[in-house]
């Protein structure tokens, strides 16, 4: 089995907004997957670098914005296929580390992830969506709404990591 990834994905909120990627599912052939869903901005922190350095280096790769990292909010495992299936993990299994972040500046686009050739890009587009319209998303992960809403004052400077597993 391949190792397991360390992510990290920053939660940007602004003027009731929340930054998100649509992206291409991971995994196509499932039919429990819709064809795309949105995601934070993050990916995989590389060997070297610090969870800070990883943060700022994706949210500019994906959305063309620079970022200050805050807090540490959640902790969400994957393995894909699901715990308890043959195979357990096989395809996939990540740790992603959520952070509240701050947008400091650049200008907003769609990016690209510089793993993957222009033919096979994952991003479909970047956005600021209303956090009153969030239900009407395929969010992953699907706590993220929830967890969105029951925050809705904003106050993230005191928040305790929470921790979701694979079927959360």
Excluded at 89 to 101: I, K, N, T
Excluded at 144 to 152: E, F, I, S
């Amino acid at each position: 089995m391949a190792n397991v990834n360390l992510r990290v994905s920053a939660l940007c909120i602004s003027d009731g907004h929340v930054l998100l990627i649509e992206h291409k599912s991971f995994a196509p052939d499932d039919p429990h997957f819709p064809a795309s869903y949105w995601i934070l901005p993050g990916g995989v922190v590389e060997r070297g670098e610090t969870l800070d350095e990883a943060l700022k280096r994706e949210m500019m790769e994906e959305t063309g914005l620079a970022c200050i990292p805050g807090n540490l909010l959640f902790i969400k495992e994957l393995l894909y296929p699901w715990p308890g299936a043959p195979d357990q993990g096989s395809r996939h299994h990540s740790v992603s580390l959520g952070f509240h972040c701050t947008v400091t500046g650049g200008e907003l686009m769609t990016g690209k992830d510089p793993e993957f050739p222009d033919d096979s890009q994952v991003i479909i587009r970047t956005e600021w969506v209303p956090l009153c319209e969030l239900d009407r998303y395929h969010l992953y992960p699907p706590f993220l709404a929830d967890y969105v809403h029951g925050k809705r004052d904003g106050d993230f400077g005191n928040a305790v990591p929470e921790f979701f597993d694979s079927l959360a």
